[in-house]
């Protein structure tokens, strides 16, 4: 049996006590390298989207390990919660291989991908992460909540209500929160699908505005939200009460891990290991049913990057070899909607994920930093994910048209073209695209399908 919330906590108050410097360079940063050079994982350049199942076997088993000999850090108590190797083997089990989400018509099957699988993955779509202004946030949620082929939304938070700027741990959280919940569902109505589901609450980044919308008016049950594992293998009491809010409430709670490549893991090699550790532990720690794989560049952060898009190619055939967890992959370009470059972000990044394993989130153009985003080129996504299972493509065909993509992008993203905002992208009045961005759009599209054979 699966720990319950009130265990965890328990573990929280009553663990090995430790100085969080120590933590981090006694235990993560000492056993990552050590589970690396014991299991000889080796980033390759030029095979980011690995054929080598013994590559993934290993990154999980040096993961499970990393689970077990770690822990998680409680930041407020300076304890490590600490799971037997047991707890964590029924972690594993009982995690949900496919959950309903969303409700009516607009419901959707999330499921736990393979590789190389030959189902459609679900599409998220949505500027996660980046503060949108208030004057747009509506309709640039129905940018994509409009397009057939998303199937949820995860779209970006306010960072200013009503001229007011919401200060972290402010009151101002839960109005900018409620409002966050207000305009998507009201975005959902006006498109036709009030069902779709909503990982949200992207506006509040304590507990604040998660307390502020356990409710059937912002949030229902058939939603999510992301709780963090903060880096690297941490955790405190603010990110535990949404825990322990949503686990009371009955909506999703969700894992976000996003270790930093050049952090205290190390190089892409550790964070990898890091990454399947902290699956494995978010499941006990935070009761979720479906998690997220966000890498983080330490110096260009898009996921698009080659370390990035490695991470997501061998994490995701590791958990998908191993466990029954729901992943989504995320697609975070460097450049901004309305670009050329954009496309081959999103193509490289979306091939990645489908062939390996995890579901295309995304995408969050700017690395999620200003509202350059549309519907659009999430759309491209979904068109670029259907053709990738539709051509039946191998993990090695994927890995040549990665290596394309990344010649026409790699040496820009340090120095991106951002794109423009939503408002010089759609006409907001009407939510359509416009004329100028939709050609490019079509002229793009038509270029990728020439570059990589996909039937887009």
Not at 156 to 166: F, S
Request: charged share 25%; net charge negative.
């Amino acid at each position: 049996m699966v720990l319950s919330i009130w265990e965890v906590l328990d573990l929280a108050e009553s663990g090995p006590y430790m100085s969080e410097r120590d933590f981090d360079l006694k235990v993560v940063a000492r056993l990552c390298r050590e589970l690396v050079k014991e299991y000889d994982i080796r980033y390759d350049p030029e095979q980011i989207v690995t054929s080598d199942d013994s590559l993934a076997d290993d990154v999980f088993e040096a993961g499970f390990r990393l689970a077990v000999e770690t822990g998680i850090y409680c930041i407020n108590t300076k304890r490590i919660i600490r799971f037997t190797e047991e707890q964590i083997k029924e972690g594993i089990e009982s995690a949900p291989e496919q959950i309903t989400v969303g409700w009516g018509k607009d419901a959707r099957v999330l499921y736990a991908r393979k590789v190389e699988d030959s189902r459609y993955p679900i599409i998220m779509g949505g500027q996660a992460g980046a503060p949108i202004p208030e004057e747009f946030h509506l309709p640039m949620a129905m940018s994509y909540i409009k397009e057939p082929l998303i199937d949820t939304i995860n779209h970006g938070g306010l960072a200013v209500v009503e001229g007011r700027k919401v200060k972290t741990g402010s009151p101002l959280e839960v109005q900018a929160t409620r409002r966050e919940l207000r305009n998507l569902k009201e975005a959902a109505r006006r498109a036709g699908r009030p069902g779709i589901h909503f990982l949200a609450g992207e506006s509040s980044n304590t507990c604040i505005g998660d307390l502020a919308i356990a409710s059937d008016e912002y949030m229902q049950t058939t939603d999510a939200h992301l709780i963090a594992i903060l880096n690297e293998l941490k955790t405190d009491y603010d990110r535990l009460t949404k825990a322990v809010n949503f686990t009371e409430y009955g909506a999703m709670n969700v894992t976000l891990v996003d270790p930093i490549i050049g952090g205290y893991a190390g190089g892409p090699a550790g964070v990898a290991v890091n990454f399947v550790a902290s699956f494995l532990l978010g499941r006990l720690l935070y009761q979720s049913v479906y998690h997220i794989c966000h890498p983080i560049h330490y110096k260009i952060v898009s996921t698009s990057a080659p370390e990035g898009m490695w991470e997501l190619s061998v994490v995701g055939q590791a958990m998908a070899r191993h466990t029954p967890f729901i992943i989504m992959g995320d697609v975070w370009t460097s450049a901004g909607a309305g670009t050329e470059m954009i496309f081959y972000e999103i193509t490289a990044n979306t091939v990645t994920n489908v062939v390996t394993g995890t579901h295309p989130l995304g995408v969050s153009a700017t690395n999620g930093t200003y509202p350059n985003a549309s519907g659009l080129e999430t759309r491209f996504m979904a068109e670029v994910a259907r053709a990738t299972v539709k051509a039946g493509l191998k993990r090695s065909e994927a890995n040549e048209i990665v290596l394309e993509m990344l010649k026409r992008y790699k040496d820009k993203q340090e120095k991106p073209d951002i794109g423009k905002p939503f408002p010089e992208l759609y006409d907001v009045a009407t939510v359509t695209p416009r004329e100028w961005w939709q050609d490019l759009y079509n002229r793009m599209k038509s270029e990728i399908a020439t570059l990589t054979g996909l039937p887009l």
